[in-house]
């Protein structure tokens, strides 16, 4: 028969879960979180699915821990930590006597994006933007119609703004990450409270 110490005990469960469950529960909605990021950029859930895990995690994994993790194949983790890799978002630890590699998730988010936006120096984007100057100065020789400007006017506007946003991201390498953090949180000063109501 059920007493009310039982009902006080089934509370005290309820509000205070025991920290195996409370640790699957937030590691589990943080790979679902991450699983749709990374879908949505185009890389498929795994990459996402796995940095979770190993950003939660208190040490470094192994290619078959995170495959485990994600619930995918140790070929598909390779695919997927190649792909965290190459924008930085987790490193290759290499223990003494162990010939497996081990993976761990970079936790300095403006590290990351110093060198996701380092990327832009490689020869694929140099050469989309060489192309679109090359389209710019045989448009520019075209003789003047209606169509001509057309295109002219959005090469043109396209050409701007790949000058503007290279500018910008040149100017955040140049900062660094501490004090691009630093100049990053005086603007927000000036942002207006998402929690502020007007009366």
């Known amino acids: 028969m059920k007493t009310l110490a039982d009902d006080r005990q089934k509370e ?7 920290p195996a469950v409370q640790e699957d529960e937030v590691r589990n909605g943080l790979m679902a979180a991450l699983g749709r990021q990374s879908a949505f950029w185009g890389l498929g ?8 895990a190993l950003y939660l995690a208190e040490g470094p994994l192994s290619l078959a821990q995170l495959a485990c993790a994600a619930g995918v194949t140790k070929g598909a983790a390779s695919v997927a930590a190649r792909q ?14 162990d010939r497996r590699v081990f ?14 936006l380092e990327r832009r120096q490689k020869p694929e984007f ?5 192309q679109v100057r090359a389209l710019l100065r045989a448009v520019r020789q ?16 396209l050409q701007s703004f790949y000058e503007r946003l ?7 390498l140049h ?6 953090e630093r100049l990053i949180s005086l603007g927000a000063l000036w942002l207006p409270d998402p929690d502020h109501q007007d009366p």
């Open 12 to 18: 005290r469960q309820n509000a205070f879960p025991s």
């Open 84 to 97: 965290l890799e190459a924008i930085g978002l987790i490193h290759r630890i290499q223990r003494p006597g």
């Open 126 to 130: 140099d050469e989309s933007f060489r």
């Open 166 to 172: 290279d500018a910008v991201v040149a100017m955040i």
């Open 103 to 116: 993976f761990a998730a970079e936790t300095n988010f403006w590290v990351a994006a110093q060198r996701l």
């Open 175 to 180: 900062l660094g990450p501490q004090r691009l």
């Open 45 to 52: 859930k795994s990459p996402g699915e796995m940095f979770a």
């Open 142 to 157: 075209q003789p003047p119609s209606r169509h001509r400007d057309h295109m002219l006017e959005r090469l043109e506007n």
